[in-house]
């Protein structure tokens, strides 16, 4: 690898099903060779960030991601204030594991009890507003966020931050702020290679998948194996070289989308297939 580059793959630990043992996800990271891995809150939830963060060491495996805060827009005050509780834990987790990336999600219009015409030009408005304490409570515990935007099609349930092009905008606004590229999100944005030239150094992760074209009656790309589907892989590696990028990356796939393989195969085969990219 050269030189100021992290090394290797990490992988998140979305991929695993419910009831799948944190320290057997660990085991299969460090057997596989991941050198990280992203957490998340059912992840955290499962043993106290001491035992944790012993249980990653004795692995020599680092986090490369929190998952996820931010959620802005519940206009429920109740579930507004849980979340304000949910991120300052999630912030003290990342402080305390030392992550890469605290990964900041705005959160959609289903959080209003309902959406009104016009709603989404002040929801994004709104978010600007409330980013700027949580970026504050971030950085005085030298905790480093990175904002993700994602696709449209999650305008409704997850995301109103969509383009790479608003996520500069927001990180011209906070200049505490950084952003997560995810891949699957943002493999078809015009704008990616334009925006990593000039905002590569508030890159704070890059989250790697494959992303399979819809067949038949499925209308929505879904995730695979980096092998597989529409994102050319080494291409995007030799960019993210050429811009400087020297930050980790990070396998994202979620437990449905194994398609029969286990959780240790899959894992063994996002470590050989981002090698022979990065090698290629």
Same mark, same amino acid.
């Given at each position: ?79 507004? %204030? ?143 194996? %980096? ?5 050319? %892989? ?47």
């Amino acid at each position: 690898m050269p030189a100021g580059y992290g090394g290797g793959l990490a992988i998140n630990h979305y991929i695993t099903p419910e009831g799948y043992a944190l320290e057997r996800f660990l085991d299969d990271c460090a057997e596989a060779g991941a050198t990280g891995v992203g957490l998340t809150e059912r992840a955290l939830a499962e043993m106290p960030l001491e035992r944790l963060g012993q249980a990653l060491e004795e692995r020599s495996l680092r986090v490369t991601s929190v998952n996820s805060a931010g959620f802005f827009l519940w206009d429920d005050p109740q579930k507004a %204030l849980r979340q304000q509780e949910i991120n300052a834990a999630l912030i003290h987790a990342a402080a305390v594991l030392g992550a890469d990336a605290l990964v900041t999600i705005t959160g959609g219009l289903h959080d209003y009890a309902e959406a009104r015409p016009g709603d989404l030009k002040r929801v994004r408005s709104r978010v600007e507003q409330d980013l700027a304490p949580l970026i504050d409570a971030a950085v005085a515990r030298d905790v480093r966020l990175g904002l993700e935007p994602m696709h449209p099609i999650r305008i409704p349930n997850k995301s109103t931050l969509n383009t790479l092009a608003q996520t500069e905008r927001q990180l011209a606004h906070h200049p505490g702020l950084g952003f997560v590229l995810d891949m699957f999100h943002s493999w078809w944005d015009p704008d990616l290679e334009e925006v990593l030239e000039r905002s590569v150094s508030r890159l704070r992760l890059v989250q790697l998948t494959g992303v399979a074209q819809p067949r038949g009656d499925v209308l929505l790309p879904v995730r695979c194996p %980096l092998g597989e589907g529409l994102v050319d %892989l080494p291409a995007l590696l030799a960019t993210l070289r050429s811009v400087g990028y020297r930050g980790h990356f990070e396998f994202e796939l979620f437990a449905p989308d194994l398609r029969g393989a286990t959780v240790a195969e899959a894992i063994r085969r996002a470590v050989a297939e981002f090698g022979a990219a990065w090698e290629g």
